[in-house]
């Protein structure tokens, strides 16, 4: 089996770390190497015996810099092949072998999330899986061929260290929650990449979440006003339709953004969402 790295990035959420972590060690293959970088202090991180861990503290003065975090993930890695886990994954036992069966160069390979209803006690997948759901509108891509780049997300996905630097890596003047993935997946359809999904999967653990994301109302905003000066096209039209309905942004002719008020307090708990994805 070749050698490969993991790269894993949090931001609290500790017990979700050690989850993952667990089922890393329970997976069929073990990685040479997991990288933790921290965007926030490295307190109180949990030990995985049997997995050569390294924690990193990222030194940002934004308060949820992910593509920065992950570029320092990657450069810390010290194998050809990467495998990016968010941290609220729990990986099933194959999921590595599936995902390195097909990697190449040339292409980037994913796998589909199933959602658990609550933040489990462990990270052992074969406990918990008959407990998730699949997303209704990820469970119907195709896997085994090559799918649309715009179906890219950076929850999982497996890339080889030549192909991340062809792309360039993620574009750090992406600050806080949304598009930075998006953008992302536009550099490497440039440069030609595929992406593949492989029929394993993660579970996602519950956490609160909110659709729309108001509690990351401005960093969506900065981010899609960024991505539209890169790429001519609005990212994340749905959030953003979502809050011109509210009231909170008009979006001209142009596709320029117009803020007229930020969110509430109880608009944002409002928007607090009562499914596992």
Known sequence: MV???IVTIVKG????LANLLESIRLSVVLPFDVQVVCMDDLEEMPVSKGLNINFHRIKQTHELPLAAARNVGMNATKTTNIIFIDVDCI???TLFSNLLKDLSVKNIVTAYPLYLPMLPDSGNYNNLKHMAVPHPNREEIPSGAPVGHLQFWSLIFAIQKPTFENIGGFDESFTGYGAEDTDFAMMFHQAHIDLIFVRDD???QYHDK???PLN?????IENAIRYHQKWKVLPMKRWLKAFEKMGLIKIDSADCITVFQKPSA????DS???HPY
């Open 3 to 5: 050698e490969f790295s």
């Open 13 to 16: 959420r500790r017990k979700q």
């Open 91 to 93: 990986v099933s036992p």
């Open 202 to 204: 993660v579970l996602h």
């Open 210 to 212: 909110y659709d729309p």
């Open 216 to 220: 990351y109302f401005n960093s969506i």
């Open 266 to 269: 109880r608009q944002i708990e």
């Open 272 to 274: 607090l969402s009562q």
